[in-house]
Nanobody, 120 residues
Framework: QLQLVESGGGLVQPGGSLRLSCAASGFSLDYYAVGWFRQAPGKEREGVSCISSGSGSTIYADSGKGRFTISRDNAKNTVYLQMNSLKPEDTAVYYC?????????????WGQGTQVTVSS
């Protein structure tokens, strides 16, 4: 099972920043793309960003372009999501998932997620 653990969420004011972490346990992330997803109350889970294996190319949903940056540290077996200029509409539970590549659906192995709340 591809077990990933998310952390780094919290309460932040509009305009603030957070860095989320996605750590793999029991397997190497080197060979997988990793996506960040989020789910707000009453809404479906949506993709936020993805980083490929190998070249580390990245894609972003329109909602995060120019504000979010995804990166990976294979030595630490961890993927990060730096979120700047946060807005109340970014409030959601954020999840990460391994994927065969960024254009494929993620493997159906989800962690607990990390809550991000943007509020004054």
């Amino acid at each position: 099972q591809l077990q990933l653990v998310e952390s780094g969420g919290g309460l932040v004011q509009p305009g603030g920043s957070l860095r989320l972490s996605c750590a793999a346990s029991g397997f190497s992330l080197d060979y997988y793309a990793v996506g960040w997803f989020r789910q707000a109350p009453g809404k479906e889970r949506e993709g936020v960003s993805c980083i490929s294996s190998g070249s580390g190319s990245t894609i972003y949903a329109d909602s995060g372009k120019g504000r979010f940056t995804i990166s990976r540290d294979n030595a630490k077996n961890t993927v990060y999501l730096q979120m700047n200029s946060l807005k109340p509409e970014d409030t959601a539970v954020y999840y990460c998932a391994a994927q065969p590549d960024c254009l494929a659906d993620p493997f159906d192995s989800w962690g607990q997620g990390t809550q991000v709340t943007v509020s004054s």
